[in-house]
């Protein structure tokens, strides 16, 4: 088992739909990283937060130390947004990024 | 030309060639990684340099040998690969080598075959 799971690992959406993607982690960690992988290949970094709330644009990163729970939303979705989701959690003490096997989301127009 | 750049984007190769992968990055950046992904499994990390000296080694077979002539380049030389070994290797770069702390620059990657 990953100490770092995604879930759902495939998503399906209409355009204008309200997206919610989930990451959830054993491990104690520090911070957690939100990445965007479109069907190229190239990643983007979306977020990195500790707690609380971060929003850029339509995207909203959460995130609850305490319960090892983060969450990524996307609202009026846009087929654009077609691309694997990646959750990173930065382990306490060696700071290395343990990642999530990625979500897959598909907007259809 | 900006960012992180990877050649070459796709390759294909038999287990006995040599072959290597280059990444260059514009970003004045001071820190580079190697990453592989395999369908359907998480990054993994497999190299860091940190003002051209390596930093980490994630128990990674001999067969890929790297090489940082400076923080601007990066290379994953390869010998002896095994069909396992095809993946999309990943580089990035960051300003500093803190792990996680810092956020990481992607290239688009080069998608290897091994045959």
């Known amino acids: 088992k990953n100490e770092v799971e995604q879930s759902p690992q495939n998503l399906t959406a209409q355009e204008g739909e309200f997206i919610t993607i989930n990451c959830s982690y054993s491990?104690?960690?520090?911070?957690l990283h939100w990445l965007q992988q479109h069907p190229g290949g190239g990643i983007v970094s979306l977020f990195m937060l500790s707690s609380g709330k971060k929003k850029h644009g339509r995207l909203i990163a959460t995130i609850n130390i305490q319960e090892k729970h983060s969450s990524l939303h996307i609202t009026a979705s846009h087929p654009r947004d077609s691309a694997v989701y990646i959750c990173a959690g930065l382990t306490f003490g060696n700071e290395k990024l343990t990642f999530g096997t990625g979500t897959r989301l598909t907007i259809i127009p | 030309e900006t960012g992180v750049t990877q050649t070459p984007r796709h390759l294909v190769m038999g287990m006995t060639n040599k072959k290597s992968l280059k990444c260059e990055q514009h970003?004045?950046?001071?820190?580079m990684y190697w990453y592989k992904q395999s369908a359907k499994k998480p990054l993994e990390l497999m190299f860091v340099?940190?003002?051209?000296?390596?930093?980490e080694n994630n128990s990674v077979p001999s067969r890929f040998s790297p090489e940082c002539p400076n923080s601007s380049h990066l290379f994953l030389h390869l010998h002896t690969l095994q069909p396992e070994d095809s993946a999309l290797y990943l580089c990035?770069?960051?300003?500093?080598?803190?792990?996680?702390?810092?956020?990481?620059?992607f290239g688009p990657g080069t998608r290897l075959t091994v045959l």
């Open positions: 491990v104690g960690i520090s911070a």
């Open positions: 340099y940190n003002f051209k000296e390596q930093t």
């Open positions: 990035a770069s960051s300003r500093e080598g803190r792990g996680g702390t810092d956020t990481q620059y």
């Open positions: 970003l004045g950046h001071n820190a």
